[in-house]
Nanobody
Framework: QVQLVESGGGLVQAGGSLRLSCAAS????????MGWFRQAPGKEREFVAA????????DYTDSVKGRFTISRDNAKNTVYLQMNSLKPEDTAVYYC?????????????????WGQGTLVTVSS
């Protein structure tokens, strides 16, 4: 079984930056895409970003394009989400997830493994 553990969340002022990390442990496997999702209070979980196993392709929701960057280091079994120019609207619990397929998608039901989440709070 694969375990995903997020870290790096916290409280930050609007305009600031945070870098989230997602470390995978347990069973290792190749060819899986990784995604980041977030859920704000009272709202549904939404797609944020995804990256293919090889890192050659990425996808971002429109609201974070130009501000967030997803990357991965397969040798370290770690995925990152660099968040710049943070806005209060970015406040949410952020989750990383693994899809047991090569290609990236936005639908959360395509991802088999999930972390416990890390809270990001952006104050105005």
């Amino acid at each position: 079984q694969v375990q995903l553990v997020e870290s790096g969340g916290g409280l930050v002022q609007a305009g600031g930056s945070l870098r989230l990390s997602c470390a995978a442990s347990g069973r290792s496997f190749s060819g899986y895409a990784m995604g980041w999702f977030r859920q704000a209070p009272g709202k549904e979980r939404e797609f944020v970003a995804a990256i293919t196993w090889g890192g050659g392709s990425t996808d971002y929701t429109d609201s974070v394009k130009g501000r967030f960057t997803i990357s991965r280091d397969n040798a370290k079994n770690t995925v990152y989400l660099q968040m710049n120019s943070l806005k209060p609207e970015d406040t949410a619990v952020y989750y990383c997830a693994a899809r047991l397929r090569l290609r990236i998608v936005r639908s959360e039901n395509e991802y088999a493994y999930w972390g416990q989440g890390t809270l990001v709070t952006v104050s105005s």
